[in-house]
């Protein structure tokens, strides 16, 4: 059975993810992005792209596999 609160509280989180992002998209200034913060968090190197990409992958397979992955 889904719990309501938790389908709320991630909608929720979903929302002000797409506003804060969005906000910043239309300020348009350097480093307001969620992809700028990681980068100047984290640097840009190959390694980062590749756990981030694996990670996404890992991600859209658990999705998919219905948390069995």
């Known amino acids: 059975m889904v719990d309501w609160r938790f389908t709320a509280a ?15 998209l239309i300020r348009s200034e350097k480093g307001d992005t969620l992809s700028e913060q990681v980068w100047a968090l984290f640097g840009v190197s190959n390694v980062v792209w590749f756990m981030g990409a694996g990670f996404l992958l890992w991600l859209v397979i ?7 992955v």
């Open 10 to 24: 991630w909608i929720i989180w979903g929302l002000a993810f797409i506003g804060l992002e969005a906000w910043a």
């Open 62 to 68: 658990h999705f998919l596999s219905r948390g069995r």
